[in-house]
């Protein structure tokens, strides 16, 4: 009997074996590529192409409001990921699912439970679709624009750990359990945690560098470094861990807490002291001093180590318990103070978002007046400050302590009390001492309340001078016991000045110290043979490098050439000018009389975006030629030759833009334009080649459309996406007079054949317009 039974469990085993793989497989054949675009099985890439432009653009979540449209957008999106990749629709079309050796696996995982009674667990858990993605790291999937306006400025508040992963990884699969793990207990710190999936943000994926899945990343101060070790719980830790500066905690002890405390009027903020039995500076405190940086100086304090007695007794410490202290204008007393057996971020969070300013703050700065003193909102959120002028030195210091004790006595959630240097603020002092004698070299006490943003402040000065007597303090007491009954008691008015920053001259040492980070982070890059992150970098020296050579090598040849050549005569340029402008007249009898005798093509650059395009007055339109570094004189100067009839209209601005430089913002805007471009996939080995110069957009900034014109070749009237293909060089050369350019020169301006006809057209307003949801940015 008992082999029997032995026998009769085997059969059950590989029975329940069978049904799960059987399940599987029917989960992965429940999604078809082919019904999802609605094509057959035996159907081209082109038309396959063609099905899925148009499913995109109908599903696209932001123009499909349909509660179901995001699914079906991803379904869509899935569906062309296997179908435009050969390997993966051959491996669908025989197996039902596009991993790639999925019949073998199969085999060989079968085979193995037989030998030696082992099988591969992912085996059951691949995500054959999306429906059998995680669902836990849902929460954290990152979309480019969520990426760019929130991410990456909150990447200076606190650091990210990003992965990217796809459907078909297995390693993605393996990598799993840690990633969990590590995400759930770096969140709880403070870390930000993001996932990005390769196949749906491909745009995204591109922008992070991400040339394979799964890869992991560290962004911090919009900064991205790639995670390079075993994907094992501590190398994470650790890898966060590095991506913090090195000096944001200082390690206090008995010989240099004084100094330490004592920096506070140098810095002009409040010190933080943890006291705690851990011999590393935990990493939630490194990331709580990372986030507050800029309002607070951070010391850690060893309870364990000797050369630490002296501050325990100081400040009564209890060694088994973790103690936060926050110290303001007297060291020899915390202002506040935390102790709990486990710190948590809420916990340190409402602590020291309570304590970020000392007592009576100096205001350095706009940013730091707008934070002390905000802009009343409601009668209920009115917030006075106290200001008090005054100077450096010991001369000052009896005034300023007797306005310090005032301000601690008379601390209120509606008052702020705070002190400037009137010599380093002279412009904010003498708008509201009005330049009065009795005020010159002494201190003076101001109350005001901020109106708006623009500066406007209501105010009063105190009638005499500041000293700290007894009879200021009771003055100054009445005062504010007056302003909560009566806030019109601040009668006089004036608009103040920005503050000037005295912390600029310390942007120099600021910027050398991440200049000098930059080059260790490329130097390490190095030592971890991480070349295609590096590749940017060289390319960008080796390029510099090559322009600075060959500028050199041109300069020395054309400096004999050119003494050798006489330039032409006055009567040959003006002929010269004359025939051009003829010419242009006799194609255009009904054109336009230009305003002046040359067309003025300007760059389109980020500096001049916004007032060129996006902030463009009504009815107005700029006329952009897109171009490269190598046809930029050519097209250039026949772009000119184009539009120069068309000059005469004040409602239009000519301008162009560089392909080497934006183009990103083009391929965005292609694709509001039907079947102007294609839509980029990983597996498009041509689409970064394609050649977009000597395209023309019409851009109506207030309207948010644009009108495109595409190059002209030679057997297609109606212009092509393609380029530099035969163009007819014979057009145009009479009627121009420049039979003596190069066939290139002459292909290359081929490529605006007829753009005097689109122009025509366009000012008619019988060109196809393409909208956009709003400009994006040239960047």
Not at 320 to 338: C, L, Q
Not at 502 to 509: D, R, S, V
Not at 511 to 527: G, P
Not at 585 to 607: H, Q
């Amino acid at each position: 009997m008992e082999p029997g039974r032995a026998g009769l469990g085997w059969a059950a085993a590989l029975l329940l074996l069978l049904l799960a793989a059987l399940g599987a497989q029917a989960a992965a054949g429940d999604f078809d590529p082919y019904r999802v675009l609605g094509v057959g099985r035996s159907c081209r890439q082109a038309d396959i192409k063609k099905a899925y432009k148009r499913l995109a653009r109908e599903w696209h979540p932001d123009k499909n409001k349909d509660p179901g449209a995001e699914d079906k957008f991803i379904q869509i999106s899935k569906a062309y990921e296997i179908l435009s990749n050969e390997e993966k629709r051959a491996n669908f079309d025989r197996y039902g699912a596009a991993g790639e050796g999925q019949g073998y696996s199969q085999q060989r995982q079968f085979h193995h439970f037989h030998e030696g009674f082992y099988f591969d667990e992912s085996f059951f858990h691949f995500p054959f679709n999306s429906e059998r993605r995680d669902t836990s790291d849902e929460k954290y999937l990152l979309h480019y624009s969520h990426y760019i306006h929130e991410i990456v400025p909150d990447s200076f508040k606190k650091p990210y750990l990003i992965k990217i992963t796809s459907d078909w990884c297995f390693s993605c699969i393996h990598i799993e359990p840690v990633w969990k793990e590590v995400a759930q207990e770096l969140e709880v710190l403070g870390v930000g945690i993001g996932v990005v999936h390769a196949g749906y943000e491909r745009r995204l994926a591109h922008h992070l560098g991400a040339h394979s899945t799964p890869s992991l990343l560290g962004l911090i101060n919009g900064k991205i470094t790639f995670f390079h070790n075993a994907v094992l719980r501590e190398n994470l830790r650790q890898f966060v861990e590095n991506l913090l500066p090195g000096n944001l905690v200082e390690k206090v002890t008995d010989k240099n807490y004084i100094q330490f405390l004592s920096n506070w009027k140098k810095e002009n903020k409040p010190h933080v002291l943890l006291f705690d039995h851990m011999p590393v500076v935990p990493l939630l405190y490194k990331l709580t001093a990372f986030a507050y940086r800029d309002y607070l100086s951070f010391g850690y304090v060893y309870v364990g180590l000797r050369g630490t007695e002296e501050l325990s007794r100081q400040y009564n410490i209890n060694v088994y318990t973790p103690t936060m202290m926050i110290f303001k204008e007297h060291i020899d007393r915390p202002a506040d103070v935390v102790q709990a057996r486990d710190m948590k971020k809420q916990l340190i969070d409402d602590f020291l978002s309570q304590n970020k300013f000392l007592m009576v703050a100096r205001l350095t700065n706009q940013r730091l007046f707008q934070e002390l003193c905000p802009v009343k909102k409601s009668h209920r959120q009115r917030k006075h400050c106290v200001v008090l002028l005054t100077g450096e030195g010991d001369k000052f210091a009896e005034a300023y302590e007797a306005f310090l004790s005032f301000a601690v006595a008379n601390t209120k959630d509606t008052l702020r009390f705070v002190h400037i240097y009137s010599d380093r603020q002279p412009e904010f002092a003498d708008t509201l001492l009005m330049d009065e004698e009795k005020y010159r070299g002494k201190p003076a006490v101001v109350i005001l309340e901020r109106r708006n943003d623009a500066g406007k402040v209501a105010y009063k000065t105190l009638e005499e001078a500041w000293q700290g007597s007894n009879e200021d303090n009771f003055i100054l007491l009445d005062l504010v016991d007056q302003l909560r009954t009566d806030p019109g008691l601040l009668s006089a008015e004036t608009v103040l000045a920005d503050l000037n920053d005295e912390l600029a001259p310390m942007f120099l040492i600021r910027w050398l110290y991440s200049t000098l980070e930059y080059i260790t982070d490329c130097w390490d890059s190095l030592f971890h043979s991480n070349w295609r992150e590096m590749m940017p970098l060289l390319s960008l020296l080796f390029s510099a490098l090559f322009i600075l050579f060959g500028t050199v090598i041109v300069q020395a040849f054309s400096d004999s050439s050119d003494t050798r050549d006489s330039l032409p005569s006055e009567k040959e340029e003006t002929a010269t000018k004359t025939e051009k402008n003829d010419t242009s007249f006799s194609k255009e009898s009904n054109s336009r009389i230009p305003k002046k005798g040359f067309v003025e093509v300007t760059e389109l650059t980020d500096i001049n975006y916004n007032s060129n395009l996006v902030r463009l007055r009504p009815g107005h339109m700029n006329v952009v030629l897109i171009l490269s570094n190598s046809t930029k004189t050519a097209l250039l100067q026949k772009f000119a030759l184009e539009v120069y009839t068309f000059t005469g209209s004040s409602s239009l601005h000519f301008s162009f833009l560089s392909l080497d430089k934006h183009r990103g913002w083009l391929e965005y805007l292609l694709e509001f334009a039907q079947d102007a471009a294609p839509i980029p996939n990983q597996y498009d080995k041509h689409f970064l080649e394609r050649d977009y110069t000597g395209y023309v957009l019409a851009l109506n900034g207030h309207k948010k459309y644009f009108c495109l014109f595409k190059p002209h070749r030679s057997g297609d009237e109606g212009g092509t996406l393609g380029s530099g293909e035969d163009y007819d060089s014979s057009l145009h050369t009479e009627a121009r007079g420049k039979s003596s350019c190069s066939p290139g020169s002459r292909s290359i301006k081929n490529k605006l054949h007829k753009l005097s006809f689109w122009m025509e057209r366009l000012l008619e307003g019988s060109l196809q317009r393409f909208y956009i949801p709003s400009w994006p940015t040239l960047d």
